[in-house]
């Protein structure tokens, strides 16, 4: 139904053909058995020369026919037999659509929720409200926005009669039917009527075995048409004595039971027990048969194979004149597929159809029942919450599919490891947790913990593969750590990512500590969107020195945070943060542009300043335009910019992908610097066709120098390196004369740190610049710590 494309296609792709006819001297009652066996609502109308006449439809067989003493003795809960589709108003149409279908309903219920002091409300929607919407291209549309309100109801022991009237009176379709407190519980249709006029029929044969001479003269043609409907229907109909013994069986007896005609004639319906319904049931069965002349409920049959299946049974008594009970005609169908249909959406909405656990919304069930069952027997109980341990992994090498296998593959090890009584869930991705209803203390529980644990020591075979998993395990107990199912799981959840940070395969406990841990987290991470929202974050610039001159080179932005609450944040506590939470796109682009703006105002000074990118954001496509926007938007010259990436962002796997991207950057006229060198991954060749212009030594090897040998080493390479490749060369981290020195007489041509100046504002930086001829290595200058 998303597809608009699909209803510009021609309707002979889509039409039925060739379209279902009767003649126009055919009955009424041979339409109804034709769109009964068809499964349809409508028939085309030929007259003798095979030219169409007209259309009937069951709201014809229905409104036309004399039908209004049956519909009066009959309510709505006789023929009522299963339960409306009820969706939610905020599903789209083309998701109701699919449900529909799943379903095979022709219409649904929709409930659109109220405040909590007010019951919900119902609308309706219907297949012709689907094809309208197709039409009118609003498929995506949810049902809130579409559905018909409120939706016309009936209580479920109205009349049928009653029922005929208010749709032919309102040219409806269908009616909601609602029980005693007003909730509905079925859609009532013409098709339901329909189907369920075979009870007239019984009633009719009925008189005529009364009436005998008088039904052979005035009732011949009822008789025939009876008899038609008997033998069409696809219901079984059996026929029996006042003692039980089968008079008569339609065809589709034979084929429902297995039973020929022969063979269950003269026998009693015993023959079709299946032994699941004790004699009390019977009992009542047959008590309410010979007080109200009728019943009609679900019950279990054999067939003759010996198979057990469900059916829907409807048992009339047929009296003689002297009030008598002569006979007894049933109807009963196959409810098989309704049943396996109302058994799959209550797997829907309770278990998880990927590992056939509970899902959340069943363990939440369980878990607020086992804590009223606690409290009120003052005892202890536990949960578990599971984290497999880099599970993403699987995905992205071995795809989704073998990432469902191992999924599946593991709930099998942790109901394997439960005990009677405990529950495993899935929450949902690859997290799992287990209940323990009753415990009696935490050595029970860590131990539970431990075998979980002991079951990932096993590789997993997956597609012929040998894996190796593990799991993360927080625990929380009732009551020391939650009162209620919310606590109980937040808290679980909590400690295990603490078993997680302190290094995954293990279980944690939780406490208060990681709860706060926690607090602080989300703390920090409501105020970071905060900020970056309200562009709270400040940039500030550190000079870059010419080691043999001491004069400023350049700049390098650094962003800066002072929260009003918090105080002052370290960059390395909100960056890690933002990449983590899917933010750092958002914050490159705001210091990006803080940047380029301050570049615009220090246009007279003509100073480079580098920025630092993320292997992410040069991963995003939509990196390039935006930074040529904001290019555009300042009129700064790109040459003034240059971009330091991390060595990470080389990794082979994205070695194209990356090049392609640094040369669209070089054209620009942006200059490129490999950040942190010496700490990532490191390539000769591959680094030696990269368009970049320089590389920044990490300070992790300028701090011991000169006095660390292997640093030393390690840093005279970088520089030897560097020159033979014809790179500037940027060494970070200098907070002392000797390091400069040091770095001046290997051949480093510029330098940065603490040495030369801290990072400053805009206003103490703008200072500098028009100082920028005036060297800023002082002599006898202490170094500026941390």
Known sequence: MADTALVQQPISLVMSCPVLSVPDQSTTSDAAALMKQKGVRR???????????????QTDLIHQQPLEHYLMLRDISSILVELPLLLQADLTVAQAAILMQQTQRDAAIVKFDQDLLADAEYGIITERDLVHFVATERTLCTLAEVATRPLLTLPLHSSLLQAVRLLRELGFRHLGVTDSYGKPVGLLSHNHILLNMEHLYISELKAALQARDKALRSSESSLRLAYKVIEASHDAVMITDANGIIQSVNPSFCKLTGYSMTEAIGQTPRLLSSGEHDDNFYQLMWQRLQQQGYWQGEIWNKRKNGEIYPEWLSISAVRGENGAINQYAAIFSDITERKKREQKIHELAYFDELTGLANRRLFQDRL???????????????????????????NDTLGHQAGDEALRQVARRLQKVSRAGESVARLGGDEFTMLVPECDGLEEVEKL??????????????????????????????????????????????AMYQAKESGRNKYSLYTKSVGQRNDQA????????????????????????????????SLEALVRWQDQELGYIAPERFIGMAETLGLIHQLGQHVLRQVCYQLQLWSTLAVPVAVNISAKELADPLFLPQLKQILAETDVDPQLLELEITESCLLPERAAETQQMLQKLRQLGIRLAIDDFGTGYSSLSYLRHLPINSLKIDRSFIKTLPENTSDRQITSAI?????????????????????????????????????????????????????ARQSLIQPDKDPITA
């Open 719 to 771: 520089i030897a390196m560097a020159n033979a490749l014809g790179l500037d060369l940027v060494a970070e981290g200098v907070e002392t004369q000797a390091q400069q020195e040091f770095l001046l007489s290997a051949g480093c041509q510029f330098g940065q740190g603490y040495w030369f100046g801290k990072a400053q504002d805009p206003v103490t930086t703008l200072q500098l610049l028009k100082n």
């Open 43 to 57: 028939l085309l109308v030929t007259d003798s020369a095979h030219k169409a006449v007209g259309i009937v439809t």
């Open 522 to 553: 989300l703390q920090l991470e409501q105020a970071l969107r905060k900020a970056l929202s309200q562009q709270l974050l400040e940039v500030h610039y550190q000079p870059k020195v010419d080691l043999k001159t001491g004069q400023l080179h």
């Open 449 to 494: 913990a431990q075998r979980i644990v002991a079951q990932f020591d096993l590789p997993f075979q997956i597609q012929h593969n040998e894996l190796t998993l593990t799991t993360s395990v927080g625990i929380s107990i009732y009551p020391q750590h939650g009162n209620t199912a919310n606590e109980l799981l937040k808290c679980a959840d909590a």
């Open 368 to 394: 607020e029942q086992a804590l009223a069952n606690a409290k009120r027997h003052n005892h202890q109980l536990a949960v578990l919450f599971l984290d497999l341990d880099l599970f993403k992994r699987i």
